[in-house]
């Protein structure tokens, strides 16, 4: 197959051109002779790799802790058609047996494939994180942070697991991050109050990302640097979740200043309610109230998000100075590169999967490609 005629966005640049696409992966850019029935006329709309979401919860009115194929894939069916091409179902502090089962639904996704975006492995949101930086977890089940606790959350599906949010302050956390680290699992600070200095010490133990910036952890004072400072004081990774609601736009600019494009992932951190009517939902057992763009509990807080990709791309390409192909990279190479997949996904180039999505001006998608078939 061939697409043509199409704006590519690479890392740095975007080159009008075309992409030839066989067994699944992208095998020549620009080719100069083509010997295939199959020529897809790009339209003049913009080539990107497909986005990738290392935060989600939930969308089309399913959540994975449901903890079923049914609704992972039904998850995967609904963020699809937004540009996600890929993602790591996330999941809540709850009781062991549904987060449990929550994750043998993702393995059992990942070995059975999906009908829309692939599923490259689980998020543990919690439950080892801070009592005093709760967010939307249900404080009825967080844990004391040990490497057993961590065991028997997973059972024999450690491999499954991309990433951790956890709290490093909390006693017996320093511990578990630096097995984690050792198993080639993502340590990442997050619904935590840690000081700087406990922070540090984390980051020093293993974590090498923090969960969702600004946003339930203990932020920047001028006699206190927080969680916040740590992340601004060292190389670590952070997400944000760029809907206009849980980061301001001055705010996000200091972070990008901070950290550079390099260092920053846009996540979705959607809950079921994504792409559904305003209404009432549930996240990790908890009523969620859905209005005005926002999902939030009955006292107010924050409760993950209604947004897609697509949408946090179109936010800051019409709110900040950056260029489509920064933007992009964060959406992209970015969070494969955290997933430890930079050298097949997250760029359009010669060898890597064919994940890719077609969009106009406005970030509208129109096609989506995943292993080099349009869904």
Known sequence: MLIKNCKIIYKDEIELGSVLIENNKITKINPSKVNDDVVIDGGGLYLSPG?????????????????????????????ITHGTTSFLPTTMTCSDTDIKKAVEAITEAINRGTEGAKVLGAHLEGPFISTEMIGAQNPKYIQAPSIDS????????????????????VPGALELIEYLNKEDIIASIGHSKATHE??????????????????????????EAGVV????????????????IHISYPSLKIAFNQ????????????????????????????????????????????????LTLD???????????????????????????LCKLQHKKGLIKEGYDADLILFDENINVKKVMVGGRFL
């Open 229 to 244: 400072g740590a992340i601004f004081n060292s190389d670590i990774t952070t997400e944000v979740i760029c809907d206009g």
């Open 311 to 337: 949408k946090a791309v179109r936010n800051l390409h019409k709110n900040t100075h950056f260029e489509l192909p920064e933007i992009i990279k964060m959406a992209t190479y970015n969070p494969a590169k």
């Open 150 to 169: 961590f065991k028997k959350l997973v059972g024999e599906n450690k491999n499954t697991i991309i990433s951790i949010t956890l709290a490093p302050e």
């Open 51 to 79: 986005f990738i979401d290392i935060h989600i919860h939930g969308a089309g009115g399913f959540d994975t802790m449901d903890g079923t194929y049914d609704a992972i894939n039904n998850i995967s069916k609904t963020i």
């Open 259 to 306: 950290k550079t494009t390099d260092k920053v992932i846009l996540i979705s951190d959607a809950m079921m309610a994504c792409g559904m009517p305003e209404g009432t939902y549930s996240l990790g057992g908890q009523e969620v109230f859905v209005k005005d763009n926002a999902a939030r509990l009955e006292n107010g807080a924050l409760a993950g998000s209604i």
């Open 198 to 223: 406990e922070a540090i010490k984390g980051i020093a133990s293993g974590v090498s990302h923090s969960t969702h910036l600004f946003n339930a952890m203990s932020g920047f004072h001028h006699r």
